[in-house]
């Protein structure tokens, strides 16, 4: 687990290009490069929009690394959440 | 990156076996086995039950998947900061 969360740190280097904020434009395309399947819509502009503006609790236009968890924890607990729900159907089959 | 999301819902999966919670000890198990590194403490039963009733906000003496899920967000975080202290470091030199 400890290389997952390494994955992650170096994600957001990665996609920030070593500054400390995603900017609008780098933060679609850490989206769409590395959340495509995980995530709805990760090609769509629009929606990646908004769920940056929900992220951005600061209002800066910009997802700090803090704001960047946050993501990287709901689309976990949701991946969970689905993966419990599988389970569930399988086991009443 | 969706990788490193699966591992940690399945790593939690191993440790509570199956079950939604993480009791004290598969919490203990999950610490030493999955976080020796980036945990200072990991091996030590008390500092990691104090880290426990941190997490435990619903005191019910478990670790649900979104308790757990704050404390990789935690650890994320430190490890992130550990990374951009480093970098300076090395700029400085």
């Not at 994955?7 to 959340?35: A, C, P, W």
């Not at 700090?64 to 729900?85: H, K, M, Q, R």
Request: hydrophobic residues 35%; proline residues 0%; charged residues 30%.
């Amino acid at each position: 687990m400890e290389d997952a969360i390494k994955k992650i740190v170096t994600t957001f280097l990665q996609s920030s290009r070593g500054k400390e904020n995603l900017d609008s434009k780098s933060f679609q395309k850490m989206v769409s490069s590395n959340l495509g399947t995980i995530m709805e819509n990760a090609q769509d502009k629009e929606a990646v929009d908004k769920v940056m503006g929900d992220l951005d609790s600061n209002n800066d236009g910009e997802v700090d690394f803090t704001e960047f968890i946050i993501l990287v924890g709901a689309l976990t607990v949701a991946c969970n959440d689905f993966f419990l729900e599988y389970n569930e159907k399988q086991e009443k089959k």
